[in-house]
């Protein structure tokens, strides 16, 4: 069964409670769910993990690879900052896409960079809370490609 740990970086654990013009009302409870559903239907055992803290982000990239699973990733502020992010995505050799609720290319410039997107296989972003759904489904895409036992 194709495996799919969905992280999340600091401060979306605030979802749906400050700044909805910029993020959304949805709470990041409400994308989980959302998110699960799908993961159901397309036949994907989904983790689903936040936390506020780098090194704890980079663990759960490193047990990500460890279980040989996918990486969704909403990395929020560690994107433009984290060299510690980027060479754990890119030591442990995960399939990782880049997801981001806002349009970060349309915001401020610090935003425009990122430095785990080059190790990333690709980057959703602007599409609110449908970013995590298409950002599953191009991961799985990519994943069931390169299992052996893909169609
Ligand atoms: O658009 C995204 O998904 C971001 O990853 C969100 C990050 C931001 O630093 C990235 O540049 C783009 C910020 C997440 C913080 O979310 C909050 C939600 C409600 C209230 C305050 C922060």
């Given at each position: 069964?194709?495996?799919?740990?969905?992280l999340?970086?600091?401060?979306?654990?605030?979802?749906?409670?400050?700044?909805?013009?910029?993020?959304g009302?949805?709470?990041?409870?409400?994308?989980?769910?959302?998110?699960?559903?799908?993961?159901?239907?397309l036949?994907?055992?989904?983790?689903?993990?936040?936390?506020?803290?780098?090194?704890?982000?980079?663990?759960?990239?490193?047990?990500?690879?460890?279980?040989?699973?996918?990486?969704?990733?909403?990395?929020?502020?560690?994107?433009?900052?984290?060299?510690?992010?980027?060479?754990a995505i890119?030591?442990?050799?995960?399939?990782?896409?880049?997801i981001?609720?806002?349009?970060?290319?349309?915001r401020?410039?610090?935003?425009?960079?990122?430095?785990?997107?080059?190790?990333?296989?690709?980057?959703?972003?602007?599409?609110?809370?449908?970013?995590?759904?298409?950002?599953?489904?191009?991961?799985?895409?990519?994943?069931?490609?390169?299992s052996?036992?893909?169609?």
């Amino acid at each position: 069964m194709t495996a799919i740990h969905c992280l999340n970086g600091p401060n979306l654990n605030l979802l749906g409670t400050r700044e909805p013009g910029i993020y959304g009302a949805a709470t990041l409870a409400d994308i989980e769910r959302d998110l699960r559903s799908r993961a159901d239907r397309l036949d994907i055992a989904l983790t689903f993990r936040q936390t506020n803290h780098e090194g704890e982000l980079v663990t759960f990239v490193q047990e990500a690879g460890a279980a040989g699973a996918g990486v969704l990733i909403n990395a929020a502020a560690y994107t433009h900052t984290s060299v510690a992010l980027r060479d754990a995505i890119a030591g442990t050799g995960v399939t990782a896409v880049e997801i981001h609720l806002s349009n970060v290319h349309a915001r401020e410039a610090f935003r425009h960079v990122s430095l785990i997107a080059p190790v990333c296989a690709g980057v959703i972003a602007g599409f609110g809370p449908y970013s995590y759904l298409a950002g599953l489904e191009a991961l799985a895409h990519l994943l069931r490609g390169r299992s052996p036992s893909a169609p």
